[in-house]
């Protein structure tokens, strides 16, 4: 271990950098950080072995006032450099897990709930693998101030329609020098939307990588003088920002849902997990679509799902499971959306999918058609039911569901009904133009 902190020491100096940054995320998934400066060499080096306390009392979901002390310990394997710093302002910084000043985990920190999570797929002889696809907006303001996409392009165009290309194409290689796999980018289907690929990867890599790439880009667009928003649905009328989440398990680095042998080329893991993440849906949703907002994403018409269904290529449903088979065989869930915490994320899908596998839950047949052209009543007859239309619904769902609770954690789970419920709260209280425009001359 002293040999990799003198590394990291070796590289800190090579690069230049005035400040470490000790970064770790509250309970929305939103990044935090203290910075060290780095005039004190021999410090530094004491710090990043033994940690460095902080107050943990104004951080959301995390402690009280009458005891707040925490430690951050850097996960060594995270260092990197921030690229879109200036040079003379050059930042290095370490991805932390929080701890208790006794040395236990910290049982509110999110990254340490994954941790837990995937210590559970670990035992059964499980590596759990994400693939996120985290669409987002390019917006600007017009002179009222009112924001809105910032160009009139649509899905794949190309220049001088796709006036965010230059854009993402920087943001593109800024990730790249983050070390990031990048698959795929391209304009999406709404005005100013775009999406950007990387590779998937261990979920608690996969689950740092979400955080550092919205991080990037809010800094990068930043510094191109645009404005980035992750919001899920920022404009009525158009498609909102989802990130799908594909997922699959390996054993002994071999897709255990991919089997030759079946008509579908799905193994009965695959089945059992699917079982599960549909058994377990709704209570998701408080966590897959955290905000008040998500659920105007979730309606039909906008290829965001609304029915706990799944398809084989079907994209109206909650699963989808794309045609690539093998190493690529994967179960994609398109309900997160970009305001979901990562962590807690891809730790309650993991383990509502171990739930289905565990007590051979049956997905029952696939769904063929497109589930937006069916009627509420044709749908009941179908016995496809809906995904929560509101946080509070979700929340309520979420109340009444062990598996997905049990793998927040209790403390997680509290603090996070507390927030939202107070959430909910606060939004059902307001009064909107919509309102006085709809009821006024009532
Ligand atoms: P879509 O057709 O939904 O747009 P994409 O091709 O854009 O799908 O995204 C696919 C995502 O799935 C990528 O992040 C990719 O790395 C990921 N992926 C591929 N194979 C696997 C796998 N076995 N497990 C998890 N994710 C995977
Ligand atoms: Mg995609
Ligand atoms: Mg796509
Ligand atoms: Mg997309
Ligand atoms: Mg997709």
């Not at 593109?172 to 005005?191: D, Q, T, W, Y």
Request: hydrophobic content about 35%; aromatic content about 12%.
């Amino acid at each position: 271990r002293d040999d990799k902190i003198d590394e990291i020491v070796k590289a800190i100096d090579e690069y230049g950098s005035k400040f470490l940054r000790f970064q770790f995320v509250d309970i929305h998934g939103t990044p935090k950080n203290l910075s060290v400066s780095l005039n004190r060499p021999d410090d530094v080096e004491h710090i990043i072995e033994d940690g460095l306390l902080f107050d943990g009392s104004s951080v959301p979901g995390f402690v009280g006032i009458n005891d707040s002390d925490l430690a951050l310990k850097p996960d060594l394997s995270t260092f990197s450099t921030l690229p879109w710093r200036p040079d003379e302002k050059g930042a290095c910084r370490f991805i932390c897990d929080v701890y208790n000043i006794d040395g236990t985990p910290f049982e509110g920190d999110p990254r340490g709930v994954l941790k837990k999570s995937l210590k559970k797929a670990e035992e059964r002889g499980y590596q759990f693998n994400m693939g996120p696809e985290p669409e987002f907006f390019l917006i600007e303001q017009d002179e009222k101030g009112n924001y809105k996409p910032a160009d009139d392009a649509e899905y794949f165009d190309v220049e001088p329609l796709d006036q965010g290309l230059d854009v993402r194409k920087e943001i593109v290689l800024g990730l790249e020098k983050l070390n990031f796999n990048i698959e795929v980018s391209h304009h999406e289907v709404a005005p100013g939307q775009h999406e950007i690929d990387f590779r998937f990867d261990d979920a608690l890599k996969t689950a740092d990588a979400v955080v550092t790439f919205k991080q990037a880009i809010k800094a990068m667009v930043d510094n191109l003088g645009y404005q980035v928003t992750f919001m899920p649905k920022p404009f009525f009328g158009i498609n909102g920002s989802g990130m799908h989440c594909n997922q699959s398990l390996f054993k002994d680095g071999k897709n255990i849902f991919y089997d030759p042998d079946t008509e579908t080329q799905l193994s009965q893991e695959a089945m059992y997990f699917i079982g599960g993440l549909l058994e377990h849906a709704k209570a998701l949703s408080a966590i897959l679509s955290p905000t008040i907002n998500s659920y105007k994403r979730l309606v039909p018409g906008y290829e965001a799902p609304c029915y706990i269904a799944y398809g084989l290529r079907n994209r109206s449903t909650l699963l989808r499971i794309p045609a690539s088979r093998g190493i690529g065989t994967r179960i994609e869930c398109r309900s997160p959306d970009p305001s979901c915490n990562p962590y807690l994320a891809f730790a309650v899908l993991l383990e509502a999918g171990l739930d289905g596998m565990d007590n051979k839950i049956d997905p029952g047949e696939p769904t063929e058609f497109n589930a937006f052209s069916l009627t509420q009543d044709e749908l009941a007859e179908q016995g496809i039911e809906t995904l929560p239309t509101s946080l509070w619904e979700a929340y309520h769902s979420l109340e009444k569901d062990e598996v997905v609770k049990n793998a927040l954690g209790d403390y997680v789970y509290n603090q996070f009904y507390n927030i939202k419920r107070a959430e909910w709260d606060d939004y059902r209280i307001q009064v909107f133009d919509y309102e006085r425009e709809k009821f006024l001359n009532i």
